[in-house]
C-alpha cells in the first residue's frame, strides 16, 4: 500500500502535484485546482496542530469501519467526505494566493509532515487516533485522492 513515508510513493506525489496547472481540467467536486492545493495544505498543517480546529467528526463507525476502508483497501476515496473548516474551502480554508507560492507551501508541508514520520500527531479529526503507518497512509491517499480530482 502506497505510504506518503515511502521516498518512490512520495517522489510520485511530488511529480504529479508538479504537474497540477491552474487551468487543470476538474473531473469532480467544486474545488479549483488552486483551492486544493490550499486545502491539502491546510489539512497537512491541522493534521501536525499548526493550525487550529475544534471540527470532529471521529465516531465509532469512522474510527473502525471509515478507517480500514479510507486506510486499508484500495477502494477510491468518495467524493464530498465532509472536512473541517478550517480546511474547507467554501468556509474558513486558506484563501488561494500565488499559485506558485501555494504550490511551494504544500510542498514545505508536506516535508515536515514526513519529518514527523507520523509520530507526535494528534487524533485525525474523522478517524482518531492513527499509528504511524496509518498517518502515512492518509498522507498519500488524501494527496491522491485530490490529484485525480484534476487527472494528475
Known amino acids: 500500500m502506497k505510504n506518503i513515508f515511502n521516498d518512490p ?3 510520485d506525489l511530488e511529480r504529479r502535484l508538479g504537474a497540477l496547472r491552474p487551468d487543470s481540467p476538474r473531473r469532480w467536486g467544486r474545488m479549483s485546482p488552486h483551492q486544493a ?3 491539502l495544505n491546510d489539512a497537512f498543517v491541522i493534521v501536525m496542530g ?3 480546529t475544534d471540527f470532529r467528526a471521529d465516531s ?3 474510527r473502525t469501519v471509515g478507517r480500514v476502508v479510507a ?4 477502494i477510491p476515496w468518495p467524493r464530498g467526505l465532509p472536512t473541517s473548516p478550517e480546511a474547507d474551502q467554501e468556509k474558513n480554508g486558506t484563501p488561494p494566493g500565488s499559485f506558485d507560492d501555494d504550490v511551494a507551501d504544500l510542498r514545505a508541508s508536506m516535508a515536515r509532515f ?4 507520523g509520530r507526535g500527531l494528534g487524533p485525525h479529526v474523522a478517524l482518531g487516533p492513527l499509528s504511524p503507518g496509518e498517518w502515512g497512509r492518509w498522507g498519500w491517499r488524501h494527496t491522491n485522492h485530490h490529484l485525480r480530482q484534476f487527472g494528475v
Open 50 to 52: 499548526e493550525r487550529p
Open 9 to 11: 510513493d512520495h517522489r
Open 114 to 117: 514526513r519529518e514527523k514520520g
Open 60 to 62: 465509532l463507525l469512522n
Open 37 to 39: 492545493v490550499c486545502h
Open 71 to 74: 486506510l486499508s483497501t484500495p
